[in-house]
């Protein structure tokens, strides 16, 4: 893998209207009818799905569908990712992020152009700014953009061991508390400053203890870091959800079959604030819940329509209170109100 390194002055961080001097991004503009049916819309379709409470009180009811002017966007498996600055959720759509507000209506368009080149995964640090992986015919690189989708830098991962570049190629990316978390498929973690400068190197396939004969068989599908910094991660091959915790504690949930609390293929994996951990199952079309040390609480979903209905359920992204659900055959992404 190569990063390339290019300085591109800073602007001014200013707070302003997305719609403000942007290169890069576009608004999307809705009249006020249009927004204000959509949170009538929302009230009126919630429901409440029950959870058992095992000393929880655990809740979820559907809010509602990300929709854009024409209705509910029919996104097929997009990966999605928080801004917690801005109360936004980021779907990554075919290498162009489309922002949609804590209603579910979408405001704003960057890279429509493709002049940030091919996006993998983006997240949003506590400034609002936005940390993007890109790939173009230089190879990978990381690249910084203020709110309106600006760039403002390139940066290089700085001091990576070779064991963690060669061959290293990420998709996936998180961040915590000024950490970026960069992950490939075959299990490798590199983990950086916000100036890309190497802080840690983990082989997640040593760290779960397979077998070497194994290497190259067993990929990671589902990837995200919690707020207290645990990696979380999923192996469908494996029927597994793994926890690791910041101080090199695994834990883990394995149980392959149909009924609940079992994996037929576990794909996406988030954490809540509150510590409750979401896992889909893509052939399930369920979301199975458990508490911060997996004891299983529930399933939610199954296949099919209707607001509980999945189909391929894959990524997962949580917001405050709200669960972001992809799915796949065009469903769209549905959220979901957690109560606790």
Known sequence: MQFTSEKISRKT????????????GTPIRYSLTTRGATIIAAVIIASTLSL???GYGLSASFLYKLSDFYGIVPFSGVKMFPDSVNDEVYVLDGGVIRIFNQVGMEVYRINEDGSLGNLY??????????IALTFDQKGYSLIRCNYRGDLTSRFELKNVPSAFQDGFNPTSMAYRKGHIYLAD???KIVVTDEQGLFEQGIDLFDVAGFSKKKRGSIEIMGFSVDREGSILFTIPTEFCAYKLSPKGVLASFCQRGSGPGKFN???GIVSDDSGYIYVSDKLKSAVLIFDNEFNFLNQMGSRGGGPYGFVIPMEMAVLGDRLYVSQGAGQGVSVFSITH
């Open 13 to 24: 961080p200013t707070r302003l209207p997305r719609t403000s001097g942007s290169t890069f």
């Open 52 to 54: 058992p409470e095992n």
């Open 121 to 130: 995964a983006c997240v949003v640090d506590t400034e609002g700014n936005i």
């Open 185 to 187: 498929s075959a299990m």
């Open 265 to 267: 293929i576990a794909a």
